[in-house]
Every structure is written in structure tokens, then in C-alpha cells.
């Protein structure tokens, strides 16, 4: 008997003392026995505890499910640990919670069956879990972070952040989509061995994402939409029980997004969801710096060539100056010869044509002189309605929308007229079999400037020109505002005309979107500021029955050719004239005593000299000196120092004109 006394005694000095809080739980589930630990650990006195239901250990919501998984337990008593692969949770009496192990032990069997539970607050091995997680999560980071640093393109980045969300939350496959790289969707992916890579392709074409997607996204239970297959590719058969989409955002627009894909339903606790919102974010800047590098390379090269084509515009006027001043004299002589008037009139046309070209090189080069004014968008667009239903043909639908109270745009209106017909006729020529083009103004009040642009913040009109034609995929809407590329057939267009629209919409202090997806036609907008004051609108009439003049002509040309057609010109109306090839022969003119009525100049002479400063120290030398400058390049009607220019070519009636205009102090 003193044996069976002393092993008892034993048995509960060891349950006294053990480290562990240990209950006895009866049949019933009801609390027999707590040694001190268990009344320490959950904060009850043990008349409060003995008697009262297990489930008072624990929050109230898994009470209910607790009772059932008891009962199941009762039925096949064995030692085991409770809630494998489960966070379990206690709840001490001032209702404080704290993670936990349990581990059941049964003793004995039928109804006085008991059962001991051994619980082990995890608190500290839990937050020291969690912080070897969060450094393994920040690690992570870091790396993604210097690759962000390192990578070349936007894509080898997300090759690189594919394969560190895999391994960081050891899932199936994850995914990194792009919306545009930059001017294309683009998808990558890491899966576990033995995957199935073409997952993610599926679940992304499923999704059918998009830039307009972001909210969308934002929402979506992924989990709930791989149980559902609505697309029916079978996620449960491939293996696929859980998954995660991660937006990857710009503010409302979506960019892109993680797709992860899981054997089991996917458990992102606080910390994995800091780390996938981080490398979303990282993603996104990158995408974006990308995108912006790509924007002013772009930008680089249209200036580049807007450069060149601008200096080659100016020595092509020249040129044209040549050729039509030549024309024009041996019209005077040939005006007797039918067959040779028509020849030299078609070769006239010809140099019409050819300056029309140089004027759209100087229009995309941003260096054509603008006449802005203010303009009611709405009557404006009205006319051009008409005159596209005229233009355009039955086949094609014209929609023109615009509020009539719709405050004026500051722009040159030929020139937004004539952007907004080339954008139109492209539009039409998008529509072998016919569509619908909606053009419409309204206005917009700008916070941010758009992508790729330096817009400060304000009001602003934006004109849409939307099509329903065949679209331009991303490598050609990317060249669409370059100068000279075209898609159409040989001899169907110049590939000047976006380029134009481009350079007008720069130089009115404007920004030009562009969008098109193959199938779904091709979106514009002209983004132009609203009117503050009118600009005077400019005469450019020639006065008819030009009068013989008088008086000599210092004519100051540095190309012999264009000097030689000045001259024979002015001279073929009564003009003396002298001649210089450049600034120092000019200035050997003006120092002589020889009487000179005009100085008729080039802006750019040889050897870097300025027509303009030879104007001006002409000027000085003989005070009241009337000046009349000439130039190849758009700088308006008049120069700095308000010297009247005259633009080439010039036909011969509109340099005289000039002239006389100059003789009789207009300049």
C-alpha cells in the first residue's frame, strides 16, 4: 500500500513540475486536473478551472469546432500531436492570446476515459521563427533590389524576381506579367520541377489581363476563381489547389502582375504579404524607369532627326530657290512657246510640291512659325465634320462630339485643322471596309503630366480621333511619329503626316498619346493648352500689278545660285543691284559712298556669319536703312529686331512685293 502511495505521490510531483502546462480532460471535456504551469500560463486560480469545459482555453470561434474534434478523438484515443500543420491558439482568462503546442497522451478507455494535453507556449520560438523569416524575406529583397540596380531590360528583372518569389514562398510556379515592355505584353515564369510551365500562361490568358484591369485585380479572390474554372483548364486535374495575384500597379493602372500558383491553398501571412506587395512595388518602379528610359530615347532620337531634317530642309529651299527662280525667268521668255509655258508650269507645281514637303520637315522639326489664337473647339469641329463626310465616304461612320460651351484652345488653327484631318485620313485609310471615327474635344484639368511628358499641371483641351480600323501592333506604333515611315504601299504616302501632327502638338506647348492594339483600331489624343490671349493672325497676301521700282539693291547671298535668281529677279522690275557672297564683301559695299536703297540679306550667310548682325551694323553705318532678310528655316515674319523676312522659295512677284513693302518704310 505505501508503494501505491509513494508512486502516486510520485506521478504527481512529475505532473506538478513539469515545465510544460499539463491539464487532464475527462470524457466529457471537462478539466480534471491542471498542475501549477497551466494555472500560471492561462491565468486562472484552480477552483476556476477544475470543473469548467477545455474549450475555455481557447477563443471563442474554434470552440464549436474544437467540441467535434474532441469527440473524434475520443472515439480513437492516441498519442499525438493536436492541430498538425496548424497554428493553434490559447486564450488565457484576461482574454490574451498566444500561439501554442499540444500534445495528447490518452489514459484509459470507455466513459472514464481521460486524456492529458501537454501545452507549450511558442511566443518567443515563434517570434524568433518569424524574425529569421523577415530576414530571410528582407534578404530576398535586397537581392531583388540589386538586380533592379543591375538588369539590363525590365524582363531579365522579372526573370530574376520569378525565380525568388518561387523560392522565398516554396510555391508550385509564380509568374512576373508585364503589360508593356516596353511597348508589349510580355510574361515569365519559374515553376518547380516536374511543373507544368505553360500554367501560367494559361491562368494569365484566362485572366485576360489588362491595363484597364487594375481595379479589377485589386478584387479578385484568386483562389476562389481557380476553385470555380471558369475558364475549364483544370487547375484541380494539373494539380493546382491554391494561388495568389499580386497587381502590380502605377497608381489606378495596372501594370502587370504576380501570379502565384500553389499544390495547396496558399496561407500569405502578414509578413509573406509585405514582401509580394514590396517586390510588386520594386516591379513596378522598375517598369516604369524602363518605360521612361524608352520614352527619352525615343524622344532623343525624334529630336535627332528633327535636327537633321530641319538643316535639310533649309539647304533644300535653297535648292527649290534655284529651281524655281530659273523657272519663273524662262517663263517670261517662253511666254510665246504653248508647249514650253505647260512644261515650265507642271515643273512649277512640282516646286509647290516641294516646298509643301519642306514645310512639313520644318513642321515635324518644330521650327515653323505658328500664328496661335484662341479657338471655340466646337466650331471648329463641326467644319471638319462636314468636310469629312464629303471627304471620307459613305463607308465610314463620322461621330464628331464636343459641348459647345467647351472654353477655346491657344493653337494655329490651320494647323490643328489640317493635324486633325491627317489623323482623320489615316484613320479611313485604317478602314479598307469601313468603321467608325469618332473625333471629340473636351476639357481636362491635368494634376500630373501624362506619361513621357513635361506638361505642368492645369487646364487643358484634349481632341480624340478614335477608329474602329485594323490597329498598328506595338513595333510600329512605336515608329508611327518618325519622319518618313510609312506602312502604305510605295507612291501612297510620304510618311510625313504623323510626324507633322507630332511636331505641331510639340511646338503649340502641347503632348500627343497615342494607343492601338491590332483588330481594335487606333486611339490619338492632342493635348493642347486652353487660349489666354488671342494671337494676331498673320497676312501673307502678295499684292497683284507689282509697279516697276527704282533704286539699288545690296542683294547678300553666301549661294551663288539663289544670289543669281535674287538678282535677275529685281532686275526684271527696274531694280540696280549689287552683289555680295558674304558679310565682309557686304560691309565693303556699306563703307563705300555708293547709294544703296535696300539691303536685301540672307539669315545665314558663309563662314557662321548672321544676316541679322550685318542688319544691324548696316544699320549703324547708314541709319534708316530699310532691311529685308531671307531664310530657308520658319522664323516668321519678322526677326528679332523686327526685320521683315521673306521665307523661300519665293516666287519672284512675292520678293518684289517685299521689296517695295520694305522701300516704303513697312520694315
Avoid at 123 to 142: G, I
Avoid at 171 to 200: C, E, H, T, W
Avoid at 572 to 588: K, M, N
Wanted: glycine share 10%.
Amino acid at each position: 500500500m505505501n508503494a501505491v502511495v509513494e508512486e502516486t505521490d510520485l506521478y504527481r510531483a512529475l505532473f506538478d513540475t513539469a515545465p510544460d502546462a499539463m491539464i487532464v480532460v475527462a470524457s466529457d471535456g471537462r478539466i480534471r486536473l491542471a498542475n501549477p504551469q497551466a494555472l500560471r500560463l492561462f491565468g486562472y486560480a484552480p477552483e476556476e478551472l477544475i470543473g469548467q469545459p477545455v474549450e475555455m482555453l481557447m477563443p471563442e470561434a474554434a470552440r464549436t469546432a474544437h467540441r467535434g474534434h474532441r469527440d473524434g478523438y475520443m472515439q480513437r484515443p492516441r498519442v499525438r500531436p493536436m492541430g498538425a500543420g496548424q497554428e493553434l491558439v490559447g486564450q488565457r482568462r484576461d482574454g490574451a492570446r498566444f500561439p501554442v503546442e499540444i500534445a495528447l497522451s490518452p489514459m484509459g478507455s470507455g466513459s472514464d476515459a481521460l486524456f492529458a494535453a501537454s501545452i507549450r507556449d511558442i511566443s518567443e520560438t515563434q517570434r524568433q521563427r518569424q524574425a529569421l523569416r523577415r530576414a530571410r524575406f528582407d534578404a530576398y529583397v535586397a537581392q531583388i533590389g540589386q538586380r533592379a540596380l543591375e538588369s539590363p531590360d525590365v524582363e531579365n528583372l522579372a526573370d530574376k524576381i520569378a525565380a525568388f518569389v518561387l523560392e522565398a514562398l516554396q510555391v508550385v510556379a509564380v509568374g512576373v506579367f508585364l503589360l508593356r515592355v516596353p511597348l508589349r505584353p510580355s510574361l515569365v515564369s519559374a515553376v518547380r520541377d516536374g511543373a507544368d510551365r505553360g500554367l501560367v500562361d494559361r491562368a494569365c490568358a484566362a485572366l485576360a489581363l489588362d491595363e484597364g484591369a487594375a481595379p479589377a485585380l485589386a478584387e479578385l479572390d484568386f483562389e476562389a476563381w481557380l476553385r470555380r474554372d471558369e475558364a475549364g483548364d483544370g487547375w484541380a486535374e494539373a494539380g493546382i489547389r491554391g494561388g495568389r495575384l499580386v497587381p502590380v500597379l502605377d497608381r489606378n493602372r495596372a501594370l502587370g502582375a504576380l501570379i502565384l500558383l500553389g499544390a495547396e491553398p496558399l496561407v500569405v501571412d502578414r509578413d509573406a504579404e509585405h514582401f509580394l506587395a514590396v517586390v510588386a512595388n520594386v516591379l513596378a518602379t522598375a517598369a516604369l524607369r524602363h518605360h521612361a528610359q524608352e520614352q527619352l530615347a525615343h524622344s532623343q532620337r525624334l529630336e535627332a532627326v528633327g535636327q537633321l531634317t530641319g538643316g535639310i530642309a533649309h539647304d533644300f529651299n535653297n535648292l527649290l530657290t534655284v529651281i524655281s527662280g530659273n523657272l519663273q525667268l524662262l517663263e517670261a521668255d517662253c511666254a510665246d512657246d504653248a508647249a514650253a509655258a505647260d512644261s515650265i508650269a507642271r515643273a512649277l507645281r512640282a516646286v509647290g510640291r516641294g516646298a509643301e514637303l519642306t514645310r512639313k520637315l520644318l513642321a515635324f522639326a518644330r521650327r515653323q512659325r505658328l500664328s496661335p489664337a484662341a479657338i471655340a473647339p466646337a466650331a471648329l469641329l463641326a467644319d471638319l465634320g462636314r468636310m469629312l463626310e464629303r471627304t471620307l465616304g459613305e463607308a465610314v461612320q463620322v461621330r464628331i462630339g464636343c459641348d459647345e460651351a467647351l472654353p477655346p484652345v491657344y493653337a494655329d488653327a490651320v494647323q490643328l485643322e489640317n493635324a486633325l484631318l491627317n489623323l482623320a485620313l489615316n484613320a479611313r485609310d485604317a478602314m479598307p471596309r469601313g468603321g467608325r471615327l469618332a473625333i471629340s474635344a473636351s476639357e481636362e484639368e491635368l494634376e500630373q503630366p501624362p506619361d513621357g511628358s513635361e506638361l505642368p499641371a492645369g487646364r487643358y483641351i484634349r481632341f480624340t480621333v478614335a477608329d474602329t480600323g485594323l490597329g498598328m501592333p506595338p513595333d510600329v506604333l512605336a515608329r508611327a511619329f518618325e519622319p518618313f515611315f510609312t506602312t502604305k504601299d510605295a507612291g501612297k504616302g510620304s510618311g510625313l503626316g504623323l510626324s507633322m501632327v507630332y511636331g505641331f502638338v510639340k511646338q503649340s506647348g502641347g503632348h500627343l498619346l497615342a494607343s492601338s492594339r491590332l483588330g481594335y483600331g487606333t486611339t490619338i489624343d492632342l493635348i493642347l493648352p486652353l487660349a489666354a490671349d488671342s494671337a494676331p493672325a498673320v497676312d501673307t497676301t502678295v499684292a497683284a500689278g507689282l509697279p516697276r521700282g527704282s533704286g539699288t539693291v545690296l542683294v547678300v547671298e553666301d549661294e551663288a545660285e539663289v544670289r543669281d535668281v535674287a538678282v535677275a529677279f529685281l532686275r526684271g522690275f527696274g531694280y540696280d543691284v549689287l552683289e555680295a557672297g558674304d558679310a565682309h564683301q557686304a560691309l565693303q559695299h556699306l563703307h563705300t559712298a555708293a547709294p544703296i536703297a535696300l539691303l536685301f540679306s540672307d539669315v545665314v550667310l558663309g563662314d557662321g556669319a548672321s544676316g541679322i548682325e550685318l542688319a544691324l551694323t548696316a544699320r549703324r553705318l547708314r541709319p534708316g536703312l530699310p532691311v529685308l532678310l531671307t531664310s530657308g528655316h520658319e522664323l516668321g515674319n519678322t526677326t528679332p529686331h523686327a526685320f521683315a523676312l521673306l521665307r523661300k522659295p519665293y516666287r519672284r512677284e512675292e520678293l518684289v512685293a517685299a521689296a517695295q513693302t520694305a522701300l516704303r518704310g513697312g520694315a
